[in-house]
């Protein structure tokens, strides 16, 4: 059972507008949500993260929101630039089973100028 | 660079062959995870250590996988008599439990065809 979809395998924005990527979780247990922004060939990169215990988390251009009751999380992007283009996926993660993370099936973000 | 360093890049085998991949974690972190990612697909969770001490396997590893982190440092992932299915990108990923967060940083992967 996948634990964490993403929804929209694939988003175009115009440079300078907001980007909004979108994960749903349904293991009630997770306690901490996480953001990796992937080149090809490379291994994922760390963007922001946030714990269970918060509703919102922001890093510059890029802020987390997670709705609990909902069991959703997104990641917004404000201004999106066209280095931001890439594989996004949304990770999350239980305390009690070791903090290895779960991942939805990403995202690929295409900004164009 | 002190980033998460994985050997070798790539790696092409013929299919019953056995390849070893090796992950050097960030110094100070005591945990390092292993990950498979398939095309289209996000990375999924294969085994982890704390320190030596392996925690958890999970499901997706067969018995010929093997991992091992001797002395808490380095870790090597094996895979004994390849089959074209163990084509995937494999990650290595370390973290530092104790500061109360759970990002863990990834290595650049290792690229596995079994032909």
């Known amino acids: ?72 999380l997104s990641l917004h992007i404000v201004p999106s630039q066209p280095g931001d283009s890439a594989v996004y996926f949304c990770a999350a993660s239980d305390y009690n089973q070791g903090g290895k993370l779960i991942f939805g099936q990403g995202t690929e973000l295409s900004v164009k100028p | 660079d002190t980033g998460v360093s994985q050997d070798p890049r790539h790696k092409i085998t013929k299919r019953g062959q056995n390849v070893t991949f090796r992950c050097d974690p960030i110094s100070e972190h005591n945990r390092l995870y292993w990950y498979r990612q398939t095309l289209g697909q996000g990375p999924e969770f294969l085994t982890y250590f704390q320190n030596e001490a392996q925690l958890e396997k999970s499901r997706l590893l067969s018995d010929r996988f093997s991992a091992e982190r001797p002395k808490g440092s380095f870790s090597t992932l094996e895979i004994q008599r390849t089959e074209q299915g163990d084509s995937a990108m494999y990650l290595c990923a370390s973290s530092f439990l104790g500061t109360g967060s759970y990002e863990q940083y990834f290595g650049p992967g290792t690229r596995l065809t079994v032909t």
Not at chain 1, 6 to 21: D, K, M, T, Y
Not at chain 1, 35 to 55: M, R
Not at chain 1, 62 to 67: D, G, W
């Open chain 1, 1 to 72: 059972d996948q634990q964490v979809k993403q929804n929209s395998p694939s988003l175009s924005v115009q440079e300078g507008r907001i980007s909004i990527l979108n994960c749903d979780y349904t293991n009630s247990m997770f306690d901490y949500f996480l953001w990796y922004k992937k080149y090809p060939a490379e291994g994922p990169t760390f963007l922001i993260s946030i714990s269970s215990i918060k509703d919102k988390n922001e890093d510059g251009r890029f802020t987390v929101f997670l709705n609990k009751s909902a069991k959703h």
